[in-house]
T-cell receptor, first 117, second 112 residues
Framework: ETGVTQTPRHLVMGMTNKKSLKCEQHLGHNAMYWYKQSAKKPLELMFVYNFKEQTENNSVPSRFSPECPNSSHLFLHLHTLQPEDSALYLC????????????????FGPGTRLLVL | KNQVEQSPQSLIILEGKNCTLQCNYTVSPFSNLRWYKQDTGRGPVSLTI?????NTKSNGRYTATLDADTKQSSLHITASQLSDSASYICVVSVGGSYIPTFGRGTSLIVHP
């Protein structure tokens, strides 16, 4: 196991629902990331948090709202999603992004498989 | 536009055989290239990382090569095992950026 946990592992929701995905890292890292992985597509970086501050929003629609209360926890709040948002949502963490974001090895969680009906 | 292309899209081999996966990239400025292994139902796990000056890196039965001139990388798997069945993702990082460029991955199936 990589030390990054995600809950729930599977989620089915309607387009009018509100739900939240949770990520927790037990590695003492200072940066956390949300990715979207759709079938037949490359991973897409959504958000980056360094020391609890958001440093990247990769043009993500506002129906996805991240929250990082501390360096160990990351949430992704979902509301009024569309069927095309169905995907695997992966959380990752890395040690010290200020040392050079491109040099960091990211450790991924198992993901939440989301289905929007 | 930064891009990473992987081939083949999928590959089926028999247990014990070797195989090679390919990655071509157009990313600038280049910082490093990683290969990840993603088992079904799991997140990706880093196998190797290579910078501009490195042209080969090994991790057990996995050997990655990098040709920075032609912007190509390969991942060679020796004496494949059933547990090698997974998706292998090539990822290229841009200097100073948090946003890496991912390939679509190669799905490898190893049959007994």
């Amino acid at each position: 196991e990589t030390g990054v946990t995600q809950t729930p592992r599977h989620l089915v929701m309607g387009m009018t629902n509100k739900k939240s995905l949770k990520c927790e890292q037990h590695l003492g890292h200072n940066a956390m990331y949300w990715y979207k992985q759709s079938a037949k597509k490359p991973l897409e970086l959504m958000f980056v948090y360094n020391f609890k501050e958001q440093t990247e929003n990769n043009s993500v629609p506002s129906r996805f709202s991240p929250e990082c209360p501390n360096s160990s926890h990351l949430f992704l709040h979902l509301h009024t999603l569309q069927p095309e948002d169905s995907a695997l949502y992966l959380c990752a963490s890395s040690q010290n992004p200020t040392a050079g974001a491109d040099q960091e090895t990211q450790y991924f969680g198992p993901g939440t498989r989301l289905l929007v009906l | 536009k930064n891009q990473v292309e992987q081939s083949p899209q999928s590959l089926i081999i028999l247990e014990g055989k070797n195989c090679t996966l390919q990655c071509n990239y157009t990313v600038s400025p280049f910082s490093n290239l990683r290969w990840y292994k993603q088992d079904t139902g799991r997140g990706p796990v880093s196998l190797t990382i290579m910078t501009f000056s490195e042209n080969t890196k090994s991790n057990g039965r996995y050997t990655a090569t990098l040709d920075a001139d032609t912007k190509q990388s390969s991942l060679h798997i020796t004496a494949s095992q059933l547990s090698d069945s997974a998706s292998y993702i090539c990822v290229v990082s841009v200097g100073g950026s948090y946003i890496p460029t991912f390939g679509r991955g190669t799905s490898l199936i190893v049959h007994p």
